[in-house]
């Protein structure tokens, strides 16, 4: 929809004079000329525009409202500040009114939901291309909502491009319009037969005018155009034949001109020709004639190259010389993993440090000292309520199940809960000691301290074709800083599927390479080597590396040499599958051993991989890490690096959990199939495949099926795979052998038969085969009725509707834990503990006793505040409980001013101006902050006086309290407790001096 309105908007304001189409596009009537500036909104600074009406044409564009936005076609509101991500957009939009008046306008990022930058006006199109309202079902036929597209396209020359193969389109379309058509009637929905929105007569008049392009002139027609242009060869990185055929072309005094994606390729080839002695030009026009017949070399777009014979003249692209390779370019990351209670809702089980496990039941409002204050309220045993004022929400947790079975709940008033948490704290202090003791065991190792990056480096970077994102660099420096020290790099780097992690592994290979090492790079299936190889190859086609592979499909023969090869470090970097494994399998000096999607691999391979780690680099790939490398990854224990940053135009895939059907299966083939896509049929049981396969080809006549399977032969499921991929077939009807299988921007649909059946890491590994390019994919899960379900299976297929996000995997590798429970996570011994508490709770334990043991910080310390001032967030300030629930536990949670500091700036940012109460709630956050810096019991206040009370081991600075007690009229008692007399009882000021008060004893 947002290319069409894109193309409307055009039609406005700036008419294109070539216009590519197809008859659907160019036959769907068009809105009205008078209407078509209705359905888009431009805004400036400094406008009148009411905030409301701006709200109604967002819902009746058709944007959805939400509570944070992060995907394009959403909004959102909170009091003046109204959040839109237009489609045409990289960045959504945040505009600020006062009143009516547009005050602000700024994009901001989705990820951190901060502004980054100022714009004085915007325009954001309609999603629909008529207004959202009732009428349009009764008018829709009338000129004063649409016309053709004659009335925009006068005196328009047509040209139809191989009409044989549009008018079978049109043909089979229109069948499945008039289907979908009848179906629609049935159900007594309202839906236009397909005759009045695309009118045959019209598509007759277009044919009987249009110019025709085809490969073969018909013997009858008298009026024949040649264009006497031919394609160019394909050297898919053969670069001998390349160079051969460029000789030729000098030597025949051809021009010619080469385009490439970037400076760097286009280098590293002028580098290439001149060792060869063919002259080559660098130029910035494709118009330049050098008078010697060099090869004019060029950074530009072009798709593919062609050549004119007659005038001796050939236009080569990039693509024609090696094989083209999609990776990623910049976009926006998404939502962070850690979630303040962004995802808390009523009756999930939470824990309170201190009574334990207990229901959340709501925000709850009480007056408290002559004060409207807000409270989470807790149920406990016995119907026991507990109310958290929710400054100290810093004391609780959301409880994270380890099965399904729900926790028991907390006693209050009994001493259970302090016995269960100190019997936990203790295993957990075991526990952290003995893991520590590991870390700092691989840490003493020495390994291969790696070169800093060279000139081939550097170069070797230049070739990448497409811009690095923010993550894929920051990872790519970090692992570099990992293999350049002494110790041996020990690195999980967990990215979503297709979010380039496979460069950041070329890049560590070619850097471990230059040093003379040898790279293993370990897959869990052979169709996963197969296109590593081929990526592998086509990054480093231009410098003398030498990279294979080996599985067990090659010949022994082929196996056989290259062992022996490796042996004699004849080999720079081997892609295989566990059959690197084998004990015959020997290097001469390997430096660095990738593994790809560890958890995919067995106990027995996981020992093996084990013994090799002793003193080499390891770089382990997931997108949905194992919850106990995660998590140990998160404790600090294990390097991480993540990259959640989505390709550009990369759309989430929209999932869909449904019942097996005909109709729906038949349907959703014939969709894809429509837009010449492709499409993956899971159906896990070997037995019956072929009749699955059988059936979809009764069901969908025209789709070119094929089935594949691990019990095939090598060669053939090999075969079969190519076949799919270079189109030969455009349903692939497999097992799971595809999960972690080849990257085709081709297929956006996928089906997966009886998904109940899978783990979560696995449907979302096979969720991650769609979706690759800018396409909306959808993945359908099909189970039985949802009443036969395990609580299991409802739970997983839940999770993965509930992210089906882009970048959700590692959120959803955390969901799986809760799900499935942490199990065997840090051994059985564990596992009761980890229960007895909660999974979160566990980790903040592990978390806080592992700082404390590296010496990083002291025991907790709890101040008690009150100072009877108003701290809440409004409720017409902020609507959304959560995010009130995310603020209080964030400014509750803060470890250091700077923190609260930031917060600020988010909030003003974010929400708009804020009230008092917000911002004493910030100057509350700064006092608990350095009451507790220098341990202070409690902060309390009567009428104007402020009373401190100090712990016996206080750090609080003696000398400057005589200055303070003088003063402010105060006195402190033997049992440390001060009193000092404020000169004003007015919120804000006594707020102030008691910061001020407390950054003396602080010595800031």
Known sequence: VSSRMRFFYDLLYDPPSFIITNPFGLLKPFPNPKNLKQLFISLEKGDIFGRDLLLKTLSEYGYTKEDLINSHGEYAWRGGIVDVFSPWQEYPYRIEFSGDRIV???????????????????????????????????????????????????????????????????????????????????????????????????????KHEALRLTAFAPPAVKKTFHFPFQSVPRFENKIPFFLQYMKKIQE????????????????????????????????????????????????????????????????????????????????????????????????????????????????????????????????????????????????VQKYAKLGTRSPLLSKLGTPTWERVKARAKKAVENLAKELLHLYARRKAVTGHSYSPAGTWQSEFEQTFEYVETEDQLRTIKEISIDMESESPMDRLLCGDVGYGKTEVAIRASFKAVMDGKQVAVLCPTTVLASQHLKTFRNRMVLFPLRIESLTRLQTRTSQKKIVEDLKKGLVDIVIGTHRLLSKDVQFRDLGLLIVDEEQRFGVSHKE????????????????????????????????????????????????????????????????????????????????????????????????????????????????????????????????????????????????????????????????????????QAVSYFLVPPFIELTHLAKERLKALQEFSELGSGFRLAAKDLEIR???????????????????????????????????????????????????????????????????????????????????????????????????NLLRYGIIKHLAQRIKIRAVDRIGRKIVFKFFPDSSADLTRMTGLLNKYSGSITPQGVMSLVSSSEEESFLMDETIFILKELTLM
Not at 890 to 914: Q, T, W
């Open 608 to 775: 093996k991989i084990k013994q090799m780690k002793t003193n080499i680099d390891i770089l382990t790939m997931t997108a949905t890490p194992i919850p106990r490398t995660l998590n140990l990854s998160l404790s600090g224990l294990r390097d991480i690096s993540l990259i959640e940053t989505p390709p550009k135009d990369r759309l989430a895939i929209h999932t869909v959990v449904t019942s097996f059907g005909r109709k729906l299966i038949a349907s959703a083939i014939k969709r894809e199939l429509a837009r010449g896509g492709q499409v993956y049929f899971i159906h896990n049981r070997i037995d019956d495949i072929e009749s699955i396969a059988q059936m979809i080809k009764k069901w969908v006549p025209e789709a070119r099926v094929v089935a594949i399977h691990g019990k095939m032969s090598g060669l053939s499921l090999e075969k079969r795979m190519i076949d799919f991929i270079q189109q030969k077939y455009n349903v692939l009807v497999s097992t799971t052998i595809i999960e972690n299988g080849i990257d085709i921007p081709l297929v956006n649909t996928l089906i997966v038969n009886r998904a109940d059946r899978f783990g979560l890491a696995q449907l979302y590994q096979l969720r991650g085969r769609v979706g690759r390019s800018s396409r």
């Open 252 to 395: 025949e005094r051809e021009r010619c001109f080469i385009y490439f994606s970037t400076e760097g390729v286009l280098h590293k080839l002028a580098s290439l020709l001149s060792q060869h002695q063919i002259l080559s030009l660098e130029s910035s026009t494709p118009f330049s004639s050098p008078k010697d017949g060099a090869v004019v070399l060029l950074v530009g777009n072009l798709g593919r190259g062609f050549s004119f014979p007659r005038e001796k003249i050939a236009y080569f692209s990039e693509k024609d010389i090696f094989t083209e390779e999609k990776v990623l370019v910049s976009r926006p990351r998404i939502k962070p993993f850690v979630s303040h209670f962004q995802d808390l809702k009523s009756n999930d089980h939470v824990v309170h440090t201190d009574y334990g496990i207990g229901i959340f039941n709501g925000l709850v409002k009480m007056e408290v000292d002559k004060k409207n204050r807000e409270f989470i309220e807790i149920l406990y045993r016995d119907d026991d309520k507990l109310f958290v004022p929710v400054e100290n929400l810093n004391l």
């Open 104 to 206: 602000s306008l700024r994009e901001f990022e989705p990820f951190s939901q901060r502004s980054i930058r100022k714009i004085d006006r915007l325009i954001f199109p309609s999603l629909r291309e008529s207004p959202g309202s009732s009428q349009i079902f009764h008018e829709w036929e009338k000129p004063e909502l649409f016309v053709p597209f004659k009335d925009y396209l006068e005196d328009s020359l047509f040209v139809i491009d191989d009409i044989e193969e549009v008018e079978k389109d049109w043909e089979q379309t229109l069948k499945d319009y008039r289907e979908q058509h009848e179906e629609l009637k049935a159900q007594q929905k309202f839906s236009p037969p397909p005759e009045e929105i695309y009118p045959p007569r019209l598509w007759e008049q277009i």
């Open 821 to 919: 429970g942490a199990g065997n996570f840090l051994g059985s011994e564990q596992h009761g503990y980890m229960e007895a508490v909660g999974f979160d709770y566990y980790m903040y334990l592990l978390d806080q006793t592992i700082k404390e043991l590296k010496g990083e910080r002291t025991k907790d310390v709890k101040s008690e505040i009150n100072l009877k001032v108003d701290i809440r967030i409004p409720e017409d300030y902020l609507p959304q409980i959560n995010l009130r629930l995310n603020l209080y536990k964030r400014v509750s949670s803060a470890e250091n001013l700077e923190e609260i500091e930031k917060i600020r700036k988010e909030i003003e940012d974010r929400y708009g101006p804020f009230p008092p109460s917000v911002e």
